[in-house]
């Protein structure tokens, strides 16, 4: 089992960058695939980024390739999503998932709170 807590959300611009963080307890962090999943308001929780354990697989939803940037730091049992050129599309919850699925799957693995990312002007 695994605990986890998403950090860094907030307001910004549109064309402005974030730092998602989501920070595990727990078991063996390393031990899991991490991925980021948001829901916009009426609409249903999407797959944004993921990396598999140990790093070595990155995978991202089409609109954010480019923009996004999913990292992790086992050594300080986090990971992190690196946010650019935000734009007011991205609005939403974020959600940190951990599970052995690849890809990974919304359905399965651990889930944290939640962090609310607005892009707005």
């Known amino acids: 089992q695994v605990q986890l807590v998403e950090s860094g959300g907030g307001l910004v611009r549109p064309g402005g960058s974030l730092r998602l963080s989501c920070a595990g307890t727990?078991?063996?962090?390393?031990?899991?695939?991490i991925g980021w999943f948001r829901q916009a308001p009426g609409k249903e929780r999407e797959f944004v980024a993921a990396i598999s354990s140990g790093g070595a697989s990155r995978s991202y939803l089409d609109d954010v390739k480019g923009r996004f940037t999913i990292s992790r730091d086992d050594t300080e049992n986090s990971v992190y999503l690196q946010m650019n050129s935000l734009k007011p599309e991205d609005t939403a919850v974020y959600y940190c998932?951990?599970?052995?699925?690849?890809?990974?799957?919304?359905?399965?693995?651990?889930w944290g709170q939640g962090t609310q990312v607005t892009v707005s002007s």
């Open positions: 727990g078991r063996t962090f390393s031990l899991y695939n």
């Open positions: 998932n951990a599970g052995f699925n690849w890809p990974v799957h919304p359905v399965y693995g651990y």
